[in-house]
């Protein structure tokens, strides 16, 4: 057993060689292979959505952060008998009313966006715009961060349905290529 | 020997990795200046180096197996005879390997972190990488041109190597480094998390919540190192002590004063905003003196007991530590506009200003212990003169500091966030204060009835009155001690019991669930207490320091020694031989009020490779109540007489049951939710790879611990068959001998910092005769003293005078604690402002309203939805 020790650091040190080759070859062809289509994914997934909070919305985020703790921090503490009524009272009013304040301020900067959103499920579902607004009302959309866009996607996958000629699957409206067997499908309608 | 050219295919790794970290640094800052499509190849860069980091550990590891001694670190650090587990530890147990672990490590971390920033941060994740890939840079840098493992012998292969140090063989060896290194190597991922967040300017708490487990698992790894060090001192040193104040022990110790603050005060971040300036300052120390703390280790500028060869890899140290000094300070200056915030608290009689009391004490004690172990260094460039500071010297000052700190650590916990209610504050503190009381009297009036008394004898370090102020604190310091542990750990008690009958009123839940579902809920306060009592169990062990018991004996076989309470009966000694080594135990039969209680047996081995090399084997007996530590001194073959030094320590093994709290309640903090394992949280922190990676070894830390602790019956310290050598088999007369021996070094030139009243080399035996002829003649310790400084100078002085340039030891740290008290006081008033109405503290005032449809019951009921689902 103790000859086969060095064989077994030798294998080790072997395998984590290749290992490292494989990797060097993977991030190398990453590397030199610029922002082409193999690469589009990746940039999109990583690069998009980050960056398009702005850094006032940071803030706003982390106030929202901060006056929940101190809002739960508060219950937690009246309730374990460290502060009194009035205290509390005074704090938790305060801090709830920069709390909507704060939540309100979020949901203004995406108003934009649901103005938008309104607009494609009204077109999309030949809805009038009237009958979508109460989606955000109920919830507020900043509660819910990047969920506003949800309403939308799904209003339009649901609208029409397109049955595969060669297999006869219903696939979504937008759909190009049969989500069964693969076929083409939209041919027609985006030509 | 094998036909590959080993050392040369090693060096080329180094090489290797050089190239691919610096690879993988630039695709990095590339990816990060606006090309985000190059972040995967960055990733892949960075898995690439981790992977060619073990090629290089695999190689060296061959070549210890394979004792390929045309390496010098091979031939320096390992023999024919070792077995394969003392060969594998020798990676790291010289300098040279442990560069090269540390970088495996560093890689290691890198690469997890890499996995967890897959799709996740993609603003910082570049920065971050391409800052852990600089670090590991100038560890290759340090290797290839300093350092080489893989050097040659120049002159050719020798036919056996050296071997590894006997101390270092057994298995802590095995365990403990690794725990130390995982600890410092891991603070450089917080780390490379907040220069990435300062290089983008994305300073709000994003950074923080991602690097969160990160931060908490380095914590407590270093944690845990530094314990485990303390066992391994304890058990295999054979010195009966488990903490030195050693140079190398502050270095893996003050990270932990840097980082420990840090934990806290991220916390007034999130609730307040405010801080980030400091918070930001506080990581980039932390991280500094883990660098620090490695140059302290190797550049052997400091005499240690531990100190690495002495060798040339000093000075890049100090150039890199200045580098990085450079590149924060330039940094946060460059991003202050961002990093401002507004401070405000509501009032100063508040948990946010107990956190920051909380801060001041750690950075006080932090501060305290860097100037001592610099010291040296100090006084050398001063005034060319090196000066020694001893253990007596920390264990002195750091009491009264430890004290306050416990105090904070018991307050805090009772106080409300933003603001207690002075009557409110009386009424929780009611409770505690009572039980501390309690404890108190008790410990006064019922303790000296069982040998506890409230009031020990101290010794002065000085004569002045600054000595005999440290005197009385040092002597009172059981009473306050178990009277603030009490109170901590009531009041903690309290914090648990006030949550759950809470829930229990409003929920109707059983007690248990109720607790389960308090914790849960706010996992990091809970567990954040869990760590407090694992503190407070430590300093309840550190307490019973106090009531050490120290008692050497000649025996015949058949005679006993009394030793606090115990009678050990010396039952004669045997010899056992094994292919290394012939082993003498000594048999002793333990008893306490007749009963026989237990058998130990403290031991000698003598090797034979190296030639006839003795070590002693301790034995140790723990129990809860006090651990019975046996030390062999000689046995006389013929007559079977032997003299034995037995020390009864009472509450060692409170300190190790402390380590354990302290894995614990990390765990409980790291610990994902039920939410988080079933993926149904899509932010803020998914549960990834390297957090259940994190959790599952603090569990098995933890649960691993408690096997040993309790598995092997508390009885350990020779049953592993490893070897230590012992300090000194020294026998002394009286506590004034004692007193004086403590404060003279040995100055054989040989013996680093050891005092007379340990060292047993054969120049201390003669300077212990020739001072003890001196005091039979009757002259002073005093006169002794003075006559020992004037002829070997300062350094051969344990504890530096107090006066003069030596005073500002003590002064500077002590009027800088006292400095920064008042100002905290000061600031936190103006903090609090007129008001107090820190919440409508926001930059923008008054913010634009949403567009109708929300009302504000919508928006309640939002906020209580959010509040449901908050986990804290």
């Given at each position: 057993?103790?000859?086969?020790?060095?064989?077994?650091?030798?294998?080790?040190?072997?395998?984590?060689?290749?290992?490292?080759?494989?990797?060097?070859?993977?991030?190398?062809?990453?590397?030199?292979?610029?922002?082409?289509p193999?690469?589009?994914?990746?940039?999109?997934?990583?690069?998009?959505?980050?960056?398009?909070?702005?850094?006032?919305?940071?803030?706003?985020?982390?106030?929202?952060?901060?006056?929940?703790?101190?809002?739960?921090?508060?219950?937690?503490?009246?309730?374990?008998?460290?502060?009194?009524?009035?205290?509390?009272?005074?704090?938790?009013?305060?801090?709830?009313?920069?709390?909507?304040?704060?939540?309100?301020?979020?949901?203004?900067?995406?108003?934009?966006?649901?103005?938008?959103?309104?607009?494609?499920?009204?077109?999309?579902?030949?809805?009038?715009?009237?009958?979508?607004?109460?989606?955000?009302?109920?919830?507020?959309?900043?509660?819910?961060?990047?969920?506003?866009?949800?309403?939308?996607?799904?209003?339009?996958?649901?609208?029409?349905?397109?049955?595969?000629?060669?297999?006869?699957?219903?696939?979504?409206?937008?759909?190009?290529?049969?989500?069964?067997?693969?076929?083409?499908?939209?041919?027609?309608?985006?030509? | 020997?094998?036909?590959?050219?080993?050392?040369f295919?090693?060096?080329?790794?180094?090489?290797?990795?050089?190239?691919?970290?610096?690879?993988?640094?630039?695709?990095?800052?590339v990816?990060?200046r606006?090309?985000?499509?190059?972040?995967?190849?960055?990733?892949?860069?960075?898995?690439?180096?981790?992977?060619?980091?073990?090629?290089?550990?695999?190689?060296?590891?061959?070549?210890f197996?394979?004792?390929?001694?045309?390496?010098?670190?091979?031939?320096?650090?390992?023999?024919?005879?070792?077995?394969?587990?003392?060969?594998?530890?020798?990676?790291?147990?010289?300098?040279?390997?442990?560069?090269?672990?540390?970088?495996?490590?560093?890689?290691?971390?890198?690469?997890?972190?890499?996995?967890?920033?897959?799709?996740?941060?993609?603003?910082?994740a570049?920065?971050?990488?391409?800052?852990?890939?600089?670090?590991l840079?100038?560890?290759?840098?340090?290797?290839?041109?300093?350092?080489?493992?893989?050097?040659v012998?120049?002159?050719?292969?020798?036919?056996d190597?050296?071997?590894?140090?006997?101390?270092?063989?057994?298995y802590?060896?095995?365990?403990?480094?690794?725990?130390?290194?995982?600890?410092?190597?891991?603070?450089?991922?917080?780390?490379a998390?907040?220069?990435?967040?300062?290089?983008?300017?994305?300073?709000?708490?994003?950074?923080?919540?991602?690097?969160?487990?990160?931060?908490?698992?380095?914590?407590?790894a270093?944690?845990?190192?530094?314990?485990?060090?303390?066992?391994?001192?304890?058990?295999?040193?054979?010195?009966?002590?488990?903490?030195?104040?050693?140079?190398?022990?502050?270095?893996?110790?003050?990270p932990?004063?840097?980082?420990?603050?840090?934990?806290?005060?991220?916390?007034?971040?999130?609730?307040?905003?405010?801080?980030?300036?400091w918070?930001?300052?506080?990581?980039?120390?932390?991280?500094?003196?883990?660098?620090?703390?490695?140059?302290?280790?190797?550049?052997?500028?400091?005499?240690?007991?531990?100190?690495?060869?002495?060798?040339?890899?000093?000075?890049?140290?100090?150039?890199?530590?200045?580098?990085?000094i450079?590149?924060?300070?330039?940094?946060?200056?460059?991003r202050?506009?961002?990093?401002?915030?507004?401070?405000?608290?509501?009032?100063?009689?508040?948990?946010?200003?107990?956190?920051?009391?909380?801060?001041?004490?750690?950075?006080?004690?932090?501060?305290?212990?860097?100037?001592?172990?610099?010291f040296?260094?100090?006084?050398?460039?001063?005034?060319?003169?090196?000066?020694?500071?001893?253990?007596?010297?920390?264990?002195?000052w750091?009491?009264?500091?430890?004290?306050?700190?416990?105090?904070?650590?018991?307050?805090?916990?009772?106080?409300?966030?933003?603001?207690?209610?002075?009557?409110?504050?009386?009424?929780?503190?009611l409770?505690?204060?009572?039980?501390?009381?309690?404890?108190?009297?008790?410990?006064?009036?019922?303790?000296?009835?069982?040998?506890?008394p409230?009031?020990?004898?101290?010794?002065?370090?000085y004569?002045?009155?600054?000595?005999?102020?440290l005197?009385?604190?040092?002597?009172?310091?059981?009473v306050?001690?178990?009277?603030?542990?009490?109170?901590?750990?009531?009041?903690?008690?309290?914090?648990?019991?006030?949550?759950?009958?809470?829930?229990?009123?409003?929920?109707?839940e059983?007690?248990?669930?109720?607790?389960?579902?308090?914790?849960?809920?706010?996992?990091?306060?809970?567990?954040?207490?869990?760590?407090?009592?694992?503190?407070?169990?430590?300093?309840?062990?550190?307490?019973?320091?106090?009531?050490?018991?120290?008692?050497?004996?000649?025996?015949?076989?058949?005679?006993?020694?009394?030793?606090?309470?115990?009678?050990?009966?010396?039952?004669?000694?045997?010899?056992?031989?094994d292919?290394?080594?012939?082993?003498?135990?000594?048999d002793?039969?333990?008893?306490?009020?007749?009963?026989?209680v237990?058998?130990?047996?403290?031991?000698?081995?003598?090797?034979?490779?190296?030639?006839?090399?003795?070590?002693?084997?301790?034995?140790?007996?723990?129990?809860?109540?006090?651990?019975?530590?046996?030390?062999?001194?000689?046995?006389?073959?013929?007559?079977?007489?032997?003299?034995?030094?037995?020390?009864?320590?009472?509450?060692?093994?409170?300190?190790?049951?402390?380590?354990?709290?302290?894995?614990?309640?990390?765990?409980?903090?790291?610990?994902?939710?039920?939410?988080?394992?079933?993926?149904?949280?899509?932010?803020?922190?998914?549960?990834?790879?390297?957090?259940?990676?994190?959790?599952?070894?603090?569990?098995?830390?933890?649960?691993?611990?408690?096997?040993?602790?309790?598995?092997?019956?508390?009885?350990?310290?020779?049953?592993?068959?490893?070897?230590s050598?012992?300090?000194?088999?020294?026998?002394?007369?009286?506590?004034?001998?004692?007193?004086?021996?403590?404060?003279?070094?040995?100055?054989?030139?040989?013996?680093?910092?050891?005092?007379?009243?340990?060292?047993?080399?054969?120049?201390?035996?003669?300077?212990?005769?020739?001072?003890?002829?001196?005091?039979?003649?009757?002259?002073?310790?005093?006169?002794?003293?003075?006559?020992?400084?004037?002829?070997?100078?300062?350094?051969?002085?344990?504890?530096?005078?107090?006066?003069?340039?030596?005073?500002?030891?003590?002064?500077?740290?002590?009027?800088?604690?006292?400095?920064?008290?008042?100002?905290?006081?000061?600031?936190?008033?103006?903090?609090?402002?007129?008001?107090?109405?820190?919440?409508?503290?926001?930059?923008?005032?008054?913010?634009?309203?949403?567009?109708?449809?929300?009302?504000?019951?919508?928006?309640?009921?939002?906020?209580?939805?959010?509040?449901?689902?908050?986990?804290?």
């Open positions: 057993m103790i000859d086969l020790l060095p064989m077994f650091f030798i294998v080790l040190g072997a395998l984590a060689l290749i290992v490292t080759l494989f990797w060097l070859w993977q991030s190398l062809r990453e590397a030199v292979v610029d922002a082409g193999l690469l589009a994914g990746a940039s999109n997934g990583a690069g998009g959505r980050a960056s398009q909070v702005s850094s006032e919305r940071a803030d706003l985020l982390a106030e929202k952060k901060a006056l929940l703790l101190a809002l739960k921090d508060l219950q937690a503490e009246r309730d374990a008998g460290k502060l009194s009524e009035e205290d509390f009272d005074e704090f938790n009013t305060r801090y709830r009313a920069r709390a909507r304040e704060v939540l309100q301020a979020l949901d203004a900067q995406v108003g934009p966006y649901r103005e938008q959103a309104r607009k494609l499920i009204a077109s999309v579902s030949q809805t009038p715009a009237e009958q979508v607004v109460h989606i955000p009302a109920e919830q507020p959309a900043a509660l819910r961060g990047a969920a506003a866009r949800t309403p939308a996607a799904a209003a339009v996958s649901a609208t029409e349905e397109h049955a595969c000629k060669s297999c006869g699957v219903k696939n979504d409206g937008d759909a190009v290529f049969c989500k069964k067997c693969g076929a083409r499908i939209a041919e027609e309608s985006r030509a | 020997m094998p036909a590959l050219d080993l050392p295919f090693g060096s080329l790794m180094l090489g290797a990795m050089l190239v691919v970290a610096a690879y993988t640094f630039s695709v990095s800052v990816a990060g606006g090309r985000p499509h190059l972040l995967p190849a960055a990733r892949h860069g960075v898995y690439a180096t981790w992977a060619v980091t073990a090629v290089a550990v695999f190689a060296l590891a061959y070549a197996q394979a004792h390929d001694f045309r390496i010098r670190y091979v031939l320096r650090y390992s023999d024919r005879s070792m077995p394969w587990y003392y060969l594998w530890a020798s990676l790291w147990g010289g300098q040279d390997g442990s560069l090269l672990w540390w970088s495996f490590l560093l890689t290691t971390y890198s690469a997890v972190c890499a996995r967890t920033l897959k799709h996740r941060l993609p603003e910082l570049p920065y971050i990488m391409a800052t852990l890939m600089s670090i840079m100038f560890f290759c840098v340090l290797m290839l041109f300093a350092a080489n493992p893989f050097a012998v120049a002159s050719g292969a020798a036919p190597g050296e071997g590894l140090n006997p101390l270092l063989q057994n802590w060896m095995m365990i403990h480094p690794p725990m130390l290194y995982t600890g410092l190597v891991g603070w450089s991922v917080p780390f998390f907040v220069i990435a967040a300062l290089i983008t300017g994305r300073l709000d708490e994003e950074w923080v919540r991602a690097s969160r487990r990160f931060m908490l698992f380095a914590w407590i270093l944690a845990v190192g530094n314990i485990l060090g303390m066992l391994w001192s304890y058990e295999e040193l054979g010195w009966g002590g488990y903490w030195a104040w050693d140079p190398v022990e502050n270095a893996a110790f003050m932990l004063l840097a980082g420990t603050p840090f934990l806290h005060s991220i916390r007034l971040q999130e609730r307040r905003g405010m801080f980030k300036v918070n930001v300052f506080l990581l980039c120390l932390t991280f500094l003196m883990t660098i620090f703390g490695t140059f302290l280790t190797r550049s052997g500028m400091i005499a240690s007991v531990h100190s690495f060869a002495k060798s040339s890899i000093g000075i890049y140290f100090v150039w890199y530590l200045l580098f990085m450079a590149v924060c300070a330039g940094l946060i200056v460059w202050l506009p961002l990093l401002r915030s507004k401070a405000r608290i509501d009032s100063l009689l508040s948990r946010d200003f107990v956190f920051l009391l909380n801060n001041w004490i750690l950075m006080g004690m932090l501060f305290f212990v860097l100037i001592a172990t610099t040296p260094l100090i006084s050398e460039a001063l005034r060319s003169e090196t000066v020694t500071v001893g253990p007596g010297y920390y264990n002195k750091m009491i009264p500091l430890g004290l306050v700190l416990l105090s904070l650590t018991g307050i805090g916990p009772l106080l409300a966030w933003r603001k207690s209610n002075g009557a409110y504050m009386a009424r929780v503190m409770v505690p204060g009572i039980a501390a009381t309690t404890v108190m009297l008790l410990h006064v009036f019922v303790g000296p009835h069982f040998g506890f409230a009031h020990v004898s101290s010794d002065q370090i004569d002045t009155l600054t000595g005999r102020v005197a009385a604190i040092y002597g009172s310091a059981p306050l001690s178990t009277t603030v542990c009490t109170f901590v750990v009531a009041g903690h008690l309290q914090e648990f019991w006030r949550g759950t009958r809470v829930r229990m009123k409003n929920t109707h059983s007690f248990i669930l109720a607790l389960y579902e308090v914790i849960s809920r706010a996992k990091r306060r809970y567990g954040g207490y869990l760590v407090h009592m694992g503190l407070v169990a430590m300093y309840f062990g550190f307490t019973g320091a106090a009531y050490d018991t120290d008692k050497e004996a000649a025996l015949h076989v058949g005679e006993s020694m009394q030793v606090r309470g115990f009678t050990m009966r010396y039952d004669g000694s045997r010899m056992e031989v292919p290394n080594k012939r082993m003498i135990f000594s002793f039969t333990v008893f306490k009020n007749g009963q026989r237990a058998n130990i047996s403290p031991a000698k081995f003598i090797y034979s490779k190296p030639a006839d090399t003795a070590t002693t084997e301790v034995a140790i007996r723990s129990t809860l109540t006090e651990d019975i530590y046996a030390i062999m001194n000689s046995v006389n073959p013929q007559t079977k007489v032997g003299t034995f030094r037995i020390i009864v320590r009472p509450f060692v093994s409170w300190i190790w049951l402390g380590g354990l709290f302290m894995i614990f309640g990390t765990f409980v903090c790291m610990s994902p939710s039920v939410r988080e394992v079933l993926g149904e949280v899509r932010e803020p922190s998914p549960m990834r790879s390297a957090p259940a990676l994190m959790t599952t070894l603090l569990l098995g830390l933890f649960v691993g611990g408690s096997l040993w602790l309790f598995g092997s019956g508390l009885a350990h310290g020779q049953t592993d068959g490893s070897s050598l012992h300090a000194g088999s020294v026998t002394l007369k009286g506590p004034v001998e004692k007193q004086l021996f403590e404060r003279l070094l040995c100055m054989c030139g040989d013996c680093q910092r050891l005092p007379l009243s340990s060292c047993s080399c054969s120049w201390a035996d003669d300077m212990r005769a020739k001072i003890r002829d001196r005091m039979a003649r009757g002259q002073s310790p005093e006169k002794i003293q003075a006559d020992y400084r004037d002829k070997y100078g300062a350094k051969a002085i344990a504890i530096p005078d107090d006066h003069g340039l030596d005073r500002a030891l003590w002064a500077v740290p002590l009027g800088l604690i006292g400095l920064a008290a008042g100002a905290l006081v000061w600031r936190g008033r103006t903090w609090v402002g007129k008001s107090g109405h820190a919440a409508t503290a926001a930059p923008g005032g008054s913010l634009p309203a949403a567009d109708g449809g929300a009302t504000l019951e919508t928006y309640d009921a939002a906020l209580d939805a959010e509040l449901h689902k908050l986990d804290d």
